[in-house]
T-cell receptor
Framework: QKEVEQDPGPLSVPEGAIVSLNCTYSNSAFQYFMWYRQYSRKGPELLMYTYSSGNKEDGRFTAQVDKSSKYISLFIRDSQPSDSATYLC?????????????FGQGTTLQVKP | GAVVSQHPSWVICKSGTSVKIECRSLDFQATTMFWYRQFPKQSLMLMATSNEGSKATYEQGVEKDKFLINHASLTLSTLTVTSAHPEDSSFYICSARGLVRQGGGNTIYFGEGSWLTVV
């Protein structure tokens, strides 16, 4: 079993839709969770960073962590064509933010105008 | 602007030769840098962790003699792919961990990646 599982998609939505991206993880010791956006042939860009359970909101983006079910989500409101990219969830190995990240496979999102 | 710079962005080399990729932290001192590898439509796989002034720690299955990592200063780490073969063709990405803004905590930033094609 992979430590972080993510549906690769692709996911296609119309402009303005609410997008829900999800990951599951296996190790209950993970506490730091991140969402990265990666455009084609580019390095990942940090979108959201959360510690432990709960929600975090930043503009159109909301990150949610449910440690009881080992489930992390990223919601994008009012999606735009510029949001078309691959979204990677990640967690930090061990109980602290060691910087050693374990990534999900990434979900490819396409927002159609 | 980008806080982690990678160079070159893309490189083509002949089989059997070596190629060096640089990773620089531009606005902060990176005590730790990480090197990842990503195949098309796959996730990033951690190759090694490099701390300034000490030997890199390689992940299981990564050949340390093939992928030489040097972290000579707090702003520069290099990855050298030695005796490259076509199967080494991949997207190599570095990340750096450090304090970018006072009070901001340690943050991890990624470079733009380097495409290596071995022919």
């Amino acid at each position: 079993q992979k430590e972080v599982e993510q549906d690769p998609g692709p996911l296609s939505v119309p402009e303005g839709a609410i997008v829900s991206l999800n990951c599951t993880y296996s190790n209950s010791a993970f506490q730091y969770f991140m969402w990265y956006r990666q455009y084609s042939r580019k390095g990942p860009e940090l979108l959201m960073y959360t510690y432990s359970s709960g929600n975090k909101e930043d503009g159109r983006f909301t990150a949610q962590v449910d440690k009881s079910s080992k489930y992390i989500s990223l919601f994008i409101r009012d999606s735009q064509p510029s949001d078309s990219a691959t979204y990677l969830c990640a967690t930090s190995h061990g109980s602290g933010n060691t910087g050693k990240l374990i990534f999900g496979q990434g979900t490819t999102l396409q927002v159609k105008p | 602007g980008a806080v982690v710079s990678q160079h070159p962005s893309w490189v083509i080399c002949k089989s059997g030769t070596s190629v060096k990729i640089e990773c620089r932290s531009l606005d902060f001192q990176a005590t730790t840098m990480f090197w990842y590898r990503q195949f098309p439509k796959q996730s990033l796989m951690l190759m090694a962790t490099s701390n300034e002034g000490s030997k890199a720690t390689y992940e299981q299955g990564v050949e340390k003699d093939k992928f030489l990592i040097n972290h000579a200063s707090l702003t520069l780490s290099t990855l050298t792919v030695t005796s490259a073969h076509p199967e080494d063709s991949s997207f190599y990405i570095c990340s750096a961990r450090g304090l970018v803004r006072q009070g901001g905590g340690n943050t991890i930033y990624f470079g733009e990646g380097s495409w290596l094609t071995v022919v």
